[in-house]
């Protein structure tokens, strides 16, 4: 049974709009989200990040949000840029797991120019 | 060169053949891991080590096994191959232990093995 998932395969947007990628949990004992960004033939790389007693991070053009009655979390990218063509992983973390992440399926975004 | 790397970047085996990854990294990180990706799944934890000589099963080790001499690095060895271990597989590494948000893994590029 998936604890992360991310329902929509792919999603393609327009440069210069906002991208909204979503990510739902089902343990509410999670203490951190991650999402990875990746493109092809590369490993992941860490974006962003938010504590589970946070309801919103910002970075740049990204900010995350937590909803926790929900158990969802949402990554906001705005503008989109054409170099924002990715995967996006979402993660999340229990501190007393041994530090292990479990991912969600990753959501493929294809900003059109 | 500074960073993580892994080798081969390709692999083509036969089912029940003994294959090595290797990972090798130069920022003296503690932790490293092994993940492997499929279609339709996120990445999967195989194994990973808090330090030398310091190993521990993720969520799929059946098959695998680690070994970890010098800090540097964290070969991964399929004993005997088999179809179903075809899958790209990644490195990363951590600097110490769990203190977001600083912390974040960072991966290799990746090994696509397949097993025929």
């Known amino acids: 049974d998936q604890q992360v998932k991310q329902n929509s395969p792919s999603l393609s947007v327009q440069e210069g709009r906002i991208s909204i990628l979503n990510c739902d949990y089902t343990?509410?004992?999670?203490?951190?989200f991650l999402w990875y960004k990746k493109y092809p033939a590369e490993g992941p790389t860490f974006l962003i990040s938010?504590?589970?007693i946070k309801d919103k991070n910002e970075d740049g053009r990204f900010t995350v949000f937590l909803n926790k009655s929900a158990k969802h979390l949402s990554l906001h990218i705005v503008p989109s840029q054409p170099g924002d063509s990715a995967v996006y992983f979402c993660a999340a973390v229990l501190l007393d797991s041994n530090y292990q992440l479990i991912w969600g399926a990753g959501t493929k975004l294809i900003i059109k120019p | 060169d500074a960073g993580i790397t892994q080798s081969p970047r390709y692999k083509i085996t036969e089912t029940g053949r003994q294959v090595t990854l290797m990972c090798h990294q130069t920022?003296?990180?503690?932790?490293m891991f092994w993940y492997r990706q499929d279609l339709g799944h996120g990445l999967r934890l195989i194994y990973y080590s808090a330090a030398a000589d310091i190993t521990d099963k993720g969520e799929v080790p059946d098959g695998y096994v680690v070994s970890r001499s010098k800090t540097e690095n964290f070969p991964l060895t399929l004993e005997s191959a088999t179809r179903s271990q075809t899958s790209v597989y990644f490195c990363?590494?951590?600097?110490?232990?769990?203190?977001?948000?600083?912390?974040?893994?960072?991966f290799g590029p990746g090994t696509r093995l397949t097993v025929t």
């Open positions: 938010i504590s589970s």
């Open positions: 343990n509410s004992m999670f203490d951190y």
């Open positions: 920022w003296s990180h503690s932790y």
């Open positions: 990363a590494s951590r600097r110490t232990g769990f203190s977001l948000p600083s912390d974040e893994q960072y």
